[in-house]
């Protein structure tokens, strides 16, 4: 029974804080906001890898997220009588690479019209476009009073670092939907996923298409391996510094020929490979026994990631093979439900990858930037909900019942 003295006793007051880094908080407590069924609600994820821990951390010792290179760590903890409630991965940015949600137009209008759009306040995790959660709390909390008390901490860290904006990208539908509640501006793109539809192998996948991309497909994975290259497997403790060695020179070479310079050092892959190497699937393609080719993809519960890719040999179709179709065998034989394979790309449509919206939320300082933002936001929705709807329409799956034989 509640004495009358405890039952007129105030709630505890939260209390909200930025800490400069992952080490200020314990990584059981990280995780355990991380994963709550509060954070990830009725979704089918129990698990995503990037918002765990040994992920975010891994990118600020390796020096891969700093003041030096624009991502400066900034997280935001709520407390309630020390005890943590919530929890945003957040960074104070002076740029605006490696987010993978484009905002350089409304960074080059407000720079003209004498505003200053940098730093800005970025909850994300850094150089990864894949959605998941971005207003963690804590199991048995209320997850609307949580992110509302998340919310007013990014804005009063806004303000003390005189930053123009928040930018919460790559969030869960209901994270979206809490932060556009609480005032922010609503924002979506698309994204190509790969779905399992239950099946019991590659060729039971490609029966489910049309004949004509059925056809392509196979095509393309004879001639990927055509001149005796092979593919290879490795996770967990397989993956050796050796293979890390191979895969990071195959990632410095395509992110010199896109970004001009890679994102991620070497070290961070060490870092991964020892902290969560179940959690790591590295494809790696080899010519003549020398790895001429790979990919690094993350293994959640649910869902397969597919981040980085990279050669220093070309191969017709190769990139398809080791990046698309190795992870469609992959997840059909670990009956994973999906396979996310990144940022863009319209060719995914053809081999069977189907277009899915992508959340972020937008809160801008000055009056006129967020209106002329908000304006904007209300026709690009427009757009990516049309353009979703064309490449919906040009799945390569079977409509009818179209013969399934050659």
Known sequence: MTTP??????????????????????????????????????????????????????????????????????????????????????????????????????????????????????????????????????????????????????????????????????????????????????????????????????????????????????????????????VEHKTGADITEADWDAFYEFYQDTSARKWGRPYLNRTFFSLIGARMPERILLVIAKNAGRPIAGAINFIGDTALYGRNWGCIEDHPFLHFEVCYYQAIDFAIARGLKRVEAGAQGEHKLARGYRPVPMHSAHDIADPALARAVADYLKRERSHVNAAIAEYAAMSPFRRTCEDASE
Not at 14 to 33: K, N, S, T
Not at 43 to 61: I, K, M, R, V, Y
Not at 152 to 170: C, K
Not at 198 to 212: N, P
């Open 5 to 230: 003295a405890t039952a007129n006793a105030p709630e505890p007051v939260l209390q909200v804080r930025a800490v400069p880094g992952m080490a200020r908080f314990d990584a059981a407590e990280w995780d355990a906001c991380a994963t709550s069924p509060e954070t990830l609600g009725a979704g089918d994820e129990t698990f995503n890898p990037f918002t765990c821990h040994a992920f975010l951390s891994a990118l600020e010792e390796a020096g891969c997220v700093s003041r030096r290179t624009g991502w400066l760590p900034l997280h935001v903890r709520v407390e309630r009588e020390g005890r943590l409630v919530g929890a945003a991965p957040c960074y104070l940015k002076s740029h605006s690479q490696g987010e993978y949600v484009f905002d350089h137009g409304w960074a080059d209008a407000y720079e003209r019209a004498g505003g200053s759009y940098y730093p800005k306040l970025q909850v994300s995790v850094p150089f990864t476009p894949v959605t998941g959660p971005r207003f963690l709390i804590a199991p048995g909390e209320d997850p609307d009073t949580a992110a509302a008390a998340l919310v007013a901490g990014l804005r009063a860290l806004r303000a003390e670092t005189e930053a123009s904006s928040i930018h919460v990208t790559f969030a869960r539908a209901r994270e979206a939907e809490q932060a556009e509640a609480l005032g922010m501006l609503p924002r979506i793109d698309q994204q190509f996923h790969w779905e399992n539809e239950g099946y019991a192998g590659f060729d039971d996948f490609l029966g489910a298409l049309a004949s004509r991309k059925r056809k392509a497909i196979k095509r393309e994975r004879r001639e990927a391996l055509s001149q005796g290259i092979t």
